[in-house]
């Protein structure tokens, strides 16, 4: 291993290379004490660089575990002593934003939160979102195909992704950076990557889709008594806000009771605790319309459900 991480070092220079201490000076997960019990993180600044550090490491029979923002909450981003981390956090440019093609071209090592607001900026949307916006990178949400808030309009991080360069185990590098939504040619590569969790290869840049950006947003906090109640509602809601529905995330009693124990929090008024939570939302373009129709849609979704 020594030897190994000097002949790592002459690729990605001494800033791209993290050892001992310091290693475990960082959390091995978000939520729990434990420190980090890796040999090394590397920290490639280009796919050129990674490439090169996984021939080594491939050529070595070294065990390579790609990291990313280390927000994941399973606890299978853990890497152990001999072996190596892989971090892409010093490849975080965001290249483009194509305002003609709605898409947007970055690195795998940007955070999530810097690609919505590069997307805000030009007038867009990339409708992905979760809590850990501002700390999990693109890489880590399409090894993972994250969901978030909005799956119900807009679908899984898969449908977001137009075209991946990945680098596989052996050093290889694929580049399939296309930017076209109707695109029928040949095998879908990228998808076999996406949803993999790293173990198929490691993905360095992306181009994702854009969305045009909502004028209009109305969320409403629910309360149900029965799992079939909750399924009534999301039918409902689903026929009579039809497109606009962008968010219906179910929390049961459990959950809700311990993410709203802080005493700071506001938490919405309820009569009495519920089984069931439903947070509901509808986005539009039309804001003078899209609120006044929010409100009698909701009223009418509560004489469906009773």
């Known amino acids: 291993m020594p030897e190994l991480l000097k002949k790592i070092e002459a690729i990605v220079g001494q800033i791209g290379i993290i050892k001992g201490d310091e290693v475990r000076e960082r959390i091995a997960r978000w939520g729990a004490n434990d420190k980090m019990a890796a ?12 490439s090169q550090v996984m021939t080594l ?3 070595a029979d070294q065990a390579v575990l790609p990291l990313g923002g280390n927000t994941g909450l399973t606890g299978v981003a853990s890497a152990g002593v001999g072996e190596i981390f892989l971090s892409l956090e010093r490849m ?6 194509n305002e003609i093609e709605s898409t947007i071209t970055v690195d795998a090592g940007a955070t999530l939160q810097r690609v919505q607001e590069a997307a805000e900026v030009a007038g867009f949307l990339y409708p992905i979102d ?3 916006r501002g700390s ?7 090894a993972t195909n ?5 799956v119900i309009r807009y679908g899984m991080t898969r449908e977001q992704v137009l075209g991946i360069e990945v680098v596989l185990a052996d050093g290889s590098i694929i580049t399939n950076m296309k930017s076209l939504i109707k695109n029928n040619t040949g095998y879908d590569l990228k998808q076999i990557f996406i949803g993999s969790e790293g173990t198929l290869g490691v993905i360095t840049r992306a181009v994702l889709r854009l969305r045009p950006k909502p004028k209009s947003r109305n969320t409403a906090f629910l309360a149900a008594d029965s799992f079939d109640d909750v399924m009534n509602l999301l039918a409902a809601a689903k026929s009579q806000f039809g497109s606009t529905l962008s968010s219906f995330e179910v929390m049961w009693k459990s959950f809700y009771d311990f993410m709203s124990t802080d ?4 938490l919405p008024k309820m009569d009495s605790p519920h089984p069931y939570y439903v947070l509901l939302e509808a ?16 009223e009418g979704l509560f004489e469906i459900n009773d």
């Open 130 to 132: 979760l809590g850990a």
């Open 92 to 97: 975080n440019n965001i290249e483009a934003v």
């Open 39 to 50: 040999d090394a993180i590397v920290r490639p600044a280009s796919t050129h660089e990674l």
């Open 136 to 142: 999990c990178t693109i890489g880590g949400t399409l």
């Open 283 to 298: 986005t539009g373009f039309n804001p003078e319309i899209d609120d006044a129709c929010f409100i009698d849609i909701l």
């Open 146 to 150: 994250a969901g978030g808030n909005e």
């Open 263 to 266: 005493p700071n929090l506001v």
């Open 57 to 59: 490491c491939f050529d």
